[in-house]
């Protein structure tokens, strides 16, 4: 089955820092997302990113499918950003699950 | 996109007994898909639920352990039977991907104490 790889696995940032998420997946896919979990366990759908570039306000994401990455972009970190930062892809919209990576954990110390 | 209510938000259960997860769309889907996330861990699939037939269910996980309805095309129910504490885990519900572009939505999510 498709692999999902993301790195790295865990970040500690200075409040204020910006940084940089990858995410690498192993074949061609339908669909490719970012997710945020809060410490409540919440999964907060982020970015739908397929192909190209998207922003929402610091955030901001890259896919370039044809070279099987995507890159999520946080700039002027907060506290608040903190939590588990998820990438996950599907091969057939709708009718087949999304596929995770593990994962990255990003610690925003004040 | 739609959205999914999930309860129980969270419980703590005795070992032994039974938990029944419900998750409801707040429009029709064909799948819904239900996973397991152990504490640190990332999100594996349980089971894929499609109306008006059986559950197909993921390596390692049986439908004796894990039983599934799906009666119609906006409500799913998971069942964690004969609860151990290796069982306490976030569990959660999924469907989507056929909304032109807002991709998969979950529910909120329950979190399972097994004490």
């Known amino acids: 089955g498709i692999q999902v790889e993301q790195s790295p696995p865990d970040l500690i940032l200075q409040e204020g820092a910006n940084s940089t998420l990858r995410c690498n997946f192993s074949?061609?896919?339908?669909?490719l997302q970012w997710f945020h979990q809060n410490p409540w366990g919440q999964l907060i759908n982020l970015f739908y990113?397929?192909?190209g570039t998207k922003q929402n306000g610091r955030l901001s994401a890259t896919t370039v499918a044809t070279e099987r990455y995507s890159l999520l972009y946080i700039s002027s970190s907060q506290t608040t950003d903190s939590g588990v930062y998820f990438c996950a892809v599907d091969l057939d919209s709708g009718n087949t699950p999304l596929v995770f990576g593990k994962g990255t954990r990003l610690s925003v110390i004040a | 996109s739609a959205v999914i209510s999930q309860k129980p938000s969270r419980d703590i259960c005795q070992r032994g007994t039974s938990l029944t997860i419900q998750c409801q769309v707040d429009?029709?889907?064909?799948?819904m898909f239900w996973y397991r996330q152990q504490p640190g861990q990332s999100l594996t699939l349980i089971a894929t639920a499609n109306q008006g037939s059986e559950a197909t269910y993921e390596s390692g996980f049986v439908i004796d352990k894990f039983p599934i309805s799906r009666p119609n095309l906006t409500f799913s129910t998971l069942t964690v039977s004969n609860m151990s504490p290796e069982d306490s885990s976030i569990y959660l519900c999924s469907a989507g991907g056929g909304w032109g572009g807002y991709g998969y939505t979950f529910g909120s999510g329950t979190r399972l104490t097994v004490v």
């Open positions: 429009s029709q889907v064909t799948m």
């Open positions: 990113i397929p192909s």
């Open positions: 074949d061609s896919v339908n669909n």
